[in-house]
């Protein structure tokens, strides 16, 4: 009867141990992604701010609407409406940065 409460509470202990290791190990693999995602949107911003400026040293604007209308377009296509959201959000980071 002690092994089988023993193992019944190992079982048990397995079962509580699982769920939370896999929610711990998932959310080590999120933050490790919004790390590289973070660094992306970064050398985006980085690479709007040379776009921006050899637009504005030659005569342009610093904003190119039918540009940001792709860049909404091919998010909203990819993402649904969220991803509209998400774009508005990338270009405000990118605008007038230089």
């Known amino acids: 009867m002690t092994t ?3 193992t ?14 896999l929610i711990a190990d998932s959310r080590r693999r999120i933050d490790a992604l919004d790390d590289r995602i973070i660094g992306l949107i970064q050398e985006r911003m ?4 040379v776009i921006q400026e050899a637009r504005l040293s030659s005569g342009g604007r610093r904003v190119h609407l ?8 091919h998010w909203s296509g990819a993402l649904g409406k ?4 998400l774009a508005m959000t990338l270009l405000e980071l990118c605008r007038g940065r230089v």
Do not use: F
């Open 4 to 6: 089988m409460t023993a």
């Open 8 to 21: 019944t509470a190992t079982a048990t202990t397995a079962k509580t141990t699982a769920p939370e290791q």
């Open 46 to 49: 980085a690479v709007s701010a």
């Open 66 to 73: 039918s540009r940001e209308m792709e860049v909404l377009s």
């Open 82 to 85: 969220p991803g509209t959201t």
